[in-house]
């Protein structure tokens, strides 16, 4: 064994000491009761502990050792991990509107600041208040989502028309071709017509959701001047720029067809806000101006693809996964189909085992894992902790939805416990199950992105039956998760389509 070297020992008391004082100042400072959490260093707190795994993963195992509801200090910034759904009940319903706000980057803030805060990263407010009201009233209320249908329809048929005509015996990249069908329904309701460069916007919108775009120092470091010069991220800037041009390119597209007498029939949602600009008596407290518009439009974009393709990637891997599952789902779909050429969406409101399988999808694989607000009134106190004013709470819906203490098995596929009477639902009330959030500002693209999730997944399953390439096992498909914004599936699914319903 070597001998104790004295060297060693000055070197650690140099990296021990600067920690001891730190902890001591801070608490010294603070003088509140703040909740516990993993040992940190100086300058950069617990950031740490986060590097190496998928932070709601690695928040997860880490809430396991220091409590439900856990600090972490990530440079400047305070946050508490919430994983139990009591204390999201208490954060969300005892706390008036304490915590209503989300927290935003500076690459957000510097793009809106262009031209004006849309819905998702509007302070919580009137302005906020009158643009949520004419997102759930007008652009994504059911009457609209209703009126969408034969868009989906057509999309789902195509999607279908698309595997037929695979060459015989050749593998079908499903993840990309519901990526295409979410991009070509959704943007059509959006937009009126499909994206004329829909491959570069998808493109695009994969560097938007990669978190070394939205990385930027100065969010870690707000009071630091010196951070606050240096030049912004490229990546995160180039990418802004783009997505900024693609939707400036659409926006002209639909006002000249607009001019040129076709309103779409006042469907899409674009040409509703059109109108709504025009007739600016219907939204008294909020003007919508062009710069608004854009960037309403930008978020319903953001916000319907990613979420909802990965939702469908992640249904069809597990029901390959679970064959049982599979075979049910598409005994119920032939049965209540049974004779019809194509799948139409009266007869889905029967499908209950599908509805089934989307919610179990949605518990397993919640593709926004960690939702985050900000606490922007003082004193306010969670389980007797203060939680200081500018606290982010990070929701750490993935680790609720997975924990034993409200699931049974939480890592087995079983659509079967969202079955029958009484089954949770994601309405944002069953703390347990927030995979669209909760509270005032829960996801307003639920009925959407839910019309859109069940057609697509219904026509696959009614028209094939799928297999798995030569040699690859259902417990051998690859189910990890990729590092980004949503949590997506790292692998492509490719599958094998046998044809069950033809394809007419
Ligand atoms: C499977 C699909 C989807 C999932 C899982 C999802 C999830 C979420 C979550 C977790 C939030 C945060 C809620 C909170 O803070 O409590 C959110 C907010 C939001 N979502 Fe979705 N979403 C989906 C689809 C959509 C679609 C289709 C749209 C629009 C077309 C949309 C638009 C929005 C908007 C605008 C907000 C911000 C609401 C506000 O701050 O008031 N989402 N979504």
Known sequence: MEPFSLPYFYYGLCILLPIIFHAILSRGKTGRRLPPGPWQLPVIGSLHHLVGGLPHRVMRDLSLRHGPLMQLRICERVAFVVSSAEIAREIFKGHGTAFE????????????SEHGMSVMFSPYGEHWRQL??????????TRRVEAFRRIREEEAARLVSSVASSPPGQLVNVS????EFVADSAVRAIYGDKLPNRDV?????????????????RDLFPSSRLLRMLPRNKKGQRHFQEVSRIIDEILRHREERCAAGDGGGEQDMISVLLRMQKESSAVPAVSLTPGIIKSVVTEMFGGALDT???TLQWAMAELMANPRAMEKAQVEIRR????????????LGDLHYLKAVIKETLRMHPPTALVSRLCLQHDQKVQG????????????VWAISRDPKYWRDPDTFMPERFEGEGALDFGGSDFNFTPFGSGRRVCPGIDFSEANIQIALASLLYHFDWEL?????????????????TAKRKAELLLHPISRIPVV
């Open 101 to 112: 706000q989300r927290p935003t980057v500076s690459i957000i803030d510097d793009m809106y």
């Open 132 to 141: 949520r009201r004419i997102l759930v009233t007008e652009l994504l209320g």
């Open 176 to 179: 990309e071709l519901l990526a």
């Open 201 to 217: 916007y998808l493109k695009t919108r994969e560097t938007g959701t990669d978190f070394s775009a939205i990385f930027d120092l």
């Open 308 to 310: 909802t393709t990965a």
């Open 336 to 347: 209540v189909l049974a004779g019809q050429e194509r799948v139409q969406e009266a007869a």
């Open 385 to 396: 902790y203060d939680v200081p004013h500018g606290t982010v709470i990070m929701t750490n």
């Open 469 to 485: 390439p030569p040699g690859v096992k259902e417990e051998g498909i690859d189910m990890t998760e990729s590092f980004g914004v």
